[in-house]
Antibody, heavy 114, light 112 residues
Framework: EVQLVESGGGLVQPGGSLRLSCAAS????????MSWVRQAPGKGLEWVAN????????YYVDSVKGRFTISRDNAKNSLYLQMNSLRAEDTAVYYC???????WGQGALVTVSS | DVVMTQSPLSLPVTLGQPASISCRSS???????????LNWFQQRPGQSPRRLIY???NRDSGVPDRFSGSGSGTDFTLKINRVEAEDVGVYYC?????????FGQGTKVEIK
């Protein structure tokens, strides 16, 4: 089955860190650029980061630059998002998405609160 | 950053009637490779987003043909031919031409 499955969400204190993972299956993961997109409670979608197929290029929205790092392991068909120095405004459901959004995961909830 | 502006933000529709959502970008979405990377997504209540349309007017696999996309440059439209109950949700446009990628605010479609 073609799918993306996120994991690693949870509750973290402000200033803390969390690492999200996204496991891909059913398609050739290494052929696609991958993205993380987030959605704060009751709000719209916000693109967060993108990584090229071979990991050579990475792009971030300004609000997470220097704090978040996107990476991938094509041998493990996995995408990651390392989130450091987390803030309350980072609270959201984080989705991994394939390419230009042709496939989405079910999302992982990240809550930043003391 | 490219600002994507959708209208209306709320769209009450009658079952079986057409619906139309506008999306305008603050810069042209035409890319140097000849493509225009404007996508439309549907997010039903409690679900992950699902792409309906890519590169302005191409329907994704499994998307009913009552959905259509059109436009060019900075002005784009998503049309639903005859709204069905399963079309309730929030619709987002997203540009994939410029970094960072940006979404519209979303248009909530509901049944009158």
């Amino acid at each position: 089955e073609v799918q993306l499955v996120e994991s690693g969400g949870g509750l973290v204190q402000p200033g803390g860190s969390l690492r999200l993972s996204c496991a891909a299956s059913g398609f050739t993961f290494s052929s696609y650029g991958m993205s993380w997109v987030r959605q704060a409670p009751g709000k719209g979608l916000e693109w967060v980061a993108n990584i090229k197929q071979d990991g050579s290029e990475k792009y971030y929205v300004d609000s997470v630059k220097g704090r978040f790092t996107i990476s991938r392991d094509n041998a493990k068909n996995s995408l990651y998002l390392q989130m450091n120095s987390l803030r309350a405004e980072d609270t959201a459901v984080y989705y991994c998405a394939r390419g230009f959004g042709s496939l989405w995961g079910q999302g992982a909830l990240v809550t930043v609160s003391s | 950053d490219v600002v994507m502006t959708q209208s209306p933000l709320s769209l009450p529709v009658t079952l079986g009637q057409p619906a139309s959502i506008s999306c305008r970008s603050s810069q042209s979405l035409a890319y140097s490779d000849g493509n225009t990377y404007l996508n439309w997504f549907q997010q039903r209540p409690g679900q992950s987003p699902r792409r309906l349309i890519y590169k302005v007017s191409n329907r994704d696999s499994g998307v009913p043909d009552r959905f259509s996309g059109s436009g060019s440059g900075t002005d784009f439209t998503l049309k639903i031919n005859r709204v069905e109950a399963e079309d309730v949700g929030v619709y987002y446009c997203m540009q994939g031409t410029h970094w960072p990628r940006t979404f519209g605010q979303g248009t909530k479609v509901e049944i009158k």
